[in-house]
Nanobody, 124 residues
Framework: QVYLVESGGGLVPPGGSLRLSCAASGSTYDLRAVGWFRQAPGKEREIVATIRWIGDSTYYADSVKDRFFISKDDASNTVHMQMNDLRPEDTAVYYC?????????????????WGQGTQVTVST
């Protein structure tokens, strides 16, 4: 069992920045990747970024490339996502998820464990 606790959401004006964190605990040695997803009202959950648990290779959705940056702190088993130049269309609930397999990582169904979600609102 893996437990995920997210933090760092909030309200920010357009062009602002936020950093989300996802602290993993439990059987983290089983993990292959951690991903951030988001879900806006009335829309499907979509991938934002992923990072491999070993090796740290990353993936970004086109909509966030060069604005969002995912990283991992091995000492604390925490995955961070720095979000810069935020736009109103980035408004959503952001979820951290962890996978014990290493393929199809853009799909929510690839993930075994989910955090509770954190709200990000970009607005004046």
């Amino acid at each position: 069992q893996v437990y995920l606790v997210e933090s760092g959401g909030g309200l920010v004006p357009p062009g602002g920045s936020l950093r989300l964190s996802c602290a993993a605990s439990g059987s983290t040695y089983d993990l292959r990747a951690v991903g951030w997803f988001r879900q806006a009202p009335g829309k499907e959950r979509e991938i934002v970024a992923t990072i491999r648990w070993i090796g740290d290779s990353t993936y970004y959705a086109d909509s966030v490339k060069d604005r969002f940056f995912i990283s991992k702190d091995d000492a604390s088993n925490t995955v961070h996502m720095q979000m810069n130049d935020l736009r109103p269309e980035d408004t959503a609930v952001y979820y951290c998820a962890a996978a014990t397999r290493g393929w199809d990582l853009w799909l929510p169904s690839a993930y075994d464990y989910w955090g509770q979600g954190t709200q990000v609102t970009v607005s004046t």
